[in-house]
């Protein structure tokens, strides 16, 4: 990304973003990259970066183990095994060897299932591989202290074994001379020591001539002389050739051993700059815990669509001061690509510009940005920036020509891959000729398809906003009430400055308020009294709008619950139900039940019985009673429906109904206890105990 000024990062604060993120890294390599950090314009450069960062940050958040634990600054070590004729020693050996080890753990840890869980973070190791056989070569030659080992080489071996005799032998024909000497009353308190590598009899001065062998030197007292003894001179000659020659072999078999592995150094190289990569994936993931970063949407075009933007430095010291950050929603399009923000002083405008701005930046660098995850963000090429005094002492110019003169750039330079920032377009000369010149700016720029913020107090470039395509208004909301800003962006509407409201909360004269009120033009002065008003309802709107959202998610909630408990209710009838349907069943199983045993029963009658028919008047009973009673009970209250019971005698002529099957009929004669019934064509002979007269009910 092309930046203008040069110092455009350090206004916007990117390079303090740069500093923390270098804390974060542990490698030299990881470090030096967050330093260096690069701006791309290319979305799948972009996009790889962003999506690695995310996904070791939710390694972090999930606290899942990733195998980079070593900080292994290495690159000379590296670069020293491609030289030919060079020798490493056993501890840089040993870095070779962690560093080895450490991209086995990595390799392993990244089975299949990994590989697919986390694509962008595989893309690191994706061109290189595991190379066995350089930890062979190393574990073949040294201990794991980096100690080349005995069985390096038959002659290192060779030597190794007649050192240890002659050490052997050199100790006994040492321990002898000791003995002598502490008898004899010669030996100091220390007895020995070592002078130039070779084995020395600490004695007492006054008795350093009766004391064969070799004197190496006096303590600085003068008090004690340091001797060898002449029967441990041959063997101590012997031991110091034999160390010579040992010294001679290590280093041939180091040389050797660096000389094998210096094919590799390439290799080497690539292992080094992938843990020096996941170092610097991991600070950045580190970075964007601390200020909350989140993976936007990222389209190849300008455009801008934030949600719940935060400045991040503002929001880490806020976080530390546990006060709360107010965020930042914007949204710039082909329809709408600048924003004009007015508003009273300390209301928040530069840092709204710096919040986006920066939030730029960070993601271009592949850096997860403190926005909600929805909000979606373009890429721009060019960034351009103008906020607060840059008179420049240097060139002889005013704050207003080196004002134009950024201008001259921004107009000269800007398309429609731009994002710009100006903070107070227009100031530094006469408020009717800078607004002028500022006016024709935007207007410039608004040709060009850039895209930006402006801030202002002029009232002619609010006018110009809401009558010119591509620009747009907004303002800072104030809390007219308690004198504070309340440091919310509300777009769409322009913004007052608040400046006699201001003066008069602070108590100013009222005098001098009225005067300065009569000097500013009628039209000016109502105009922003219309916006102060205007800011003010705006405010009650959003208010009277959250408490209706309130309102409706209450309601909601009720409705809910609601449902719930006729859900419930009715379940409950349900289960009433079929607790009912059940308990028929059950009954109607009762009565099969007592049927089959009244069968069993009849059947066994049946055998003994020699009158069959009572058994089989009992089968009919035990069959057909019930069915015959229900019909009769159907039969019984369609009559009744019809028909009412009468107490009075049974003459000829009237209606009667039968008890037994509650059929009505008409009496035709009667013969002493017995009667003549005509039920529809058929006379009946029937008892008249089992006769009831009835008459014909007048609402059937």
Known sequence: ??????????????????????????????????????????????????????????????????????????????????????????????????????????FRWFDNERRTAYPALTKVIEDTYYEKVIAELIDDILDEYGNVKDTASPELQKIRASLYRKRNELRRAFEKVVARLNKAGYAADIEESFSNGR?????????KRQVKGILHGESDSRKTAYIEPEETIEINNDVFALESDERKEVMRILKALTAQLSSYSALLHVYYTVLGEYDFIRGKAKLAVDVNGNYPNVIDKAHIEVRDAYHPLLYLYNKNSQRKTIPVTLELDDKKRILVISGPNAGGKTVTMKTIGLNQMMMQSGLLVPVHPTSVMGIFKQLFIHIGDTQSIEFELSTYSSHLLHMKYFIENANGKTMFFIDELGSGSDPNLGGSFAEVIMEELARKHSFGIVTTHYLNLKVMANRTVGIINGAMAFDEVNLQPMYK???????SSYTFAIAERIGLPKQLITRARQLVDEDHFRLDKLLNRTEQDQQQLDKDKKELAKLLQENDKLRKEMEGVMSREKHRQQVEVLKHQNKITEDRIEQMKETERKLKQIVIE???????????????????KKKEHVVANK??????????????????????????????????????????????????????????????????
């Open 489 to 495: 962006l509300m777009v769409g509407k322009p913004g």
């Open 199 to 207: 084995r020395v009899v600490a004695v007492f001065s006054e008795h």
């Open 1 to 106: 990304m092309k930046l203008y000024p040069e110092s455009a990062a350090v206004q916007l604060e990117f390079d303090k973003i740069k500093a923390l993120l270098t804390e974060h890294c542990n490698s030299e390599y990881g470090k030096k990259k967050a330093e260096q950090l690069r701006i791309h314009t290319k979305k799948e450069f972009i996009e790889l970066e962003l999506q690695q960062t995310n996904e070791f940050k939710l390694l972090l958040q999930h606290a899942q183990y990733f195998p980079n634990d070593y900080v292994l600054n290495i690159a000379r070590e590296i670069k020293l095994l491609g030289i030919p004729g060079s020798t490493l020693s056993g501890d840089e050996f040993m870095l070779i060897r962690k560093l080895v080890s450490s991209l086995e753990k990595i």
């Open 606 to 624: 049946w055998r003994k019985a020699e009158d069959k028919e009572d058994v089989i008047k009992n089968i009919q009973n035990l069959l057909f």
């Open 635 to 700: 039969l019984a209250k369609k009559i009744d429906a019809k028909y009412k019971e009468v107490k009075t005698d049974i003459v000829v002529g009237s209606k009667v109904k039968m008890k037994k099957n509650h059929q009505v009929g008409e009496v035709k004669e009667i013969r002493g206890k017995r009667a003549i019934v005509q039920i529809g064509l058929l006379p009946m002979n029937v008892d008249m105990a089992d006769l009831v007269v009835v008459q014909e009910r007048q609402d059937a």
